[in-house]
């Protein structure tokens, strides 16, 4: 049965910091893998999605990687702002496509401290 | 484009009874997927609908069921509701069931 981790649980920095949140997965056979943000009691929004044969995805300051044979993901946010303060979720796609469904971390609650 | 929509946005129940949740698809997108979030938890998996057959599901029991209509649109009803069904339900759409899922705004559903 698939795992995702998400480690830190909760980070907090000041405005201006780049940081690194990170996610990993017991099972390397996944179809693709996704980063999503999800502000309190609301939806969840894509923020980045990567294929199992890419190796990042770059979005604005957003900058995601996966390592597939280690079971690792990253998301590196550049100059972080408070407008980033949210929760960051990373869920995998199993090798059986939408069908399986995602699974997802429980999260990185970050704050960005003006 | 119209994003993904939910209906109702808040509910309360009691412990028994019946709920119907609904989600409009995004415009273009075949595959609609539930997902029950508990707080402080990452969504749990219920099932996916792809062209109004259910093609998935996750480990939840038969009193979820789900439907898609012919314009994509999807029902999760769920019945003999518990205390732990209290939760923030996400319904999301696709392209396959294999691209980017978008998901809706949620609906909070509490069980007294």
């Known amino acids: 049965k698939q795992e995702v981790t998400q480690i830190p649980a909760a980070l907090s920095v000041p405005e201006g910091e780049n940081l690194v949140l990170n996610c990993s997965f017991t099972d390397s056979a996944i179809y693709n893998l996704q980063w999503f943000r999800q502000d309190p009691g609301k939806g969840l929004t894509s923020l980045l999605l990567i294929q199992s044969s890419q190796r990042e995805q770059t979005s604005g300051r957003l900058n995601a990687s996966l390592d597939k044979s280690s079971g690792r993901s990253t998301l590196y946010i550049a100059a972080s702002q408070p407008g980033d303060s949210a929760t960051y979720l990373c869920?995998?796609?199993?090798?059986?496509?939408?069908?399986?469904?995602?699974?997802f971390g429980k999260g990185t609650h970050l704050i960005i401290q003006p | 484009e119209t994003g993904v929509t939910q209906s109702p946005t808040h509910l309360i129940k009691t412990r028994g009874q019946q709920v119907t949740l609904r989600c409009s698809s995004q415009s273009g997108h075949n595959t609609v997927s539930w997902y029950q979030q508990a707080l402080g938890q990452g969504p749990q998996f219920i099932f996916q609908?792809?062209?109004?057959?259910?093609?998935g599901r996750g480990n939840f029991p038969p009193r979820f069921s789900g439907l898609q209509f012919p314009n994509y649109s999807s029902e999760l009803n769920v019945n003999a509701l518990e205390l732990d069904d209290s939760a923030l339900y996400l319904c999301a759409s696709s392209w396959q069931g294999i691209d980017t899922q978008y998901f809706g705004p949620g609906t909070r559903l509490t069980v007294l």
């Open positions: 609908y792809y062209r109004e057959e259910e093609n």
């Open positions: 869920a995998v796609n199993g090798p059986g496509g939408g069908a399986d469904g995602l699974t």
